[in-house]
């Protein structure tokens, strides 16, 4: 079964400082992907990032970017220069199976990480 | 506006009642998620639709909830004799269909069952 896991309930970090926010997942799909959402207060989901499990490179979105260790099974989510419209919750996710119909997402539990000024 | 969009943002209703919860995609996307979010949980997968038919339903909890999109567009949700455990968060998402295509939410229907 697939399965992720965001083993940091909460975390905190200085404004302008960079934080790292850890996802660990299994699966034994042979291609999958792995995302990143950020949920703010209002609720809304919104995408950051995209990890393909053949991409051969991390991925980086301006300040976010993805340290993928595939031997580890871990996508851990990297946010530099930290800015307090950054505090939020974020949710690790994935999607196994990237051939036919599976096109479901996984959610780990999330990190709630707070900016401080 | 060219996002998801969701009706009621927030819906209150008795034990035993039936709600229809609305999705409206954006615009071209063909693909379209359902998830249920409860309070400090990651989302859980319902339904996914694929043009008018639900390509992966395996989600849905049990035979009280049901979804249709009958023209491949918006969807609604169904739920029938509601309870108590029922009471979540209920996010619509929609993509174009590709390996990588992230999935856009909506912000999503606050349904509380008394």
């Known amino acids: 079964a697939q399965k992720i896991t965001q083993t940091q309930p909460g975390m905190f970090v200085q404004e302008k400082e960079a934080v790292t926010l850890d996802c660990t997942y299994d699966?034994?799909?042979?291609?999958?992907?792995l995302f990143w959402y950020k949920q703010p207060s209002s609720g809304e989901m919104i995408f950051l990032i995209y990890q393909g499990s053949y991409d051969e490179q991390n991925a980086t979105e301006g300040r976010y970017s993805l340290n993928f260790q595939k031997a580890r099974k871990s996508a851990n989510l990297v946010i530099s220069a930290s800015q307090l419209g950054d505090s939020a919750m974020y949710f690790c996710a994935m999607r196994g199976g990237l051939a036919g119909n599976n096109r479901k997402l996984i959610w780990g539990l999330g990190t709630s990480l707070a900016v401080n000024p | 506006g060219a996002g998801v969009s969701q009706t009621p943002s927030n819906k209150v209703t008795e034990k035993g009642k039936y709600v229809e919860l609305r999705c409206d995609p954006i615009s071209g996307h063909t693909a379209l998620y359902w998830y249920r979010q409860s309070l400090g949980q990651g989302p859980e997968f319902l339904i996914y639709f694929q043009g008018t038919g639900a390509a992966d339903d395996s989600g849905l909890p049990n035979d009280r909830f049901f979804a249709v999109r009958p023209e491949g567009s918006v969807s609604t949700l169904k739920i029938q004799r509601t309870e108590r455990g029922d009471s979540a968060v209920y996010l619509c998402?929609?993509?174009?269909?590709?390996?990588?295509?992230?999935?856009?939410f909506g912000p999503g229907t606050r349904l509380t069952v008394l």
């Open positions: 998402a929609s993509s174009l269909i590709g390996s990588n295509n992230e999935q856009f």
């Open positions: 699966t034994s799909d042979q291609s999958y992907g």
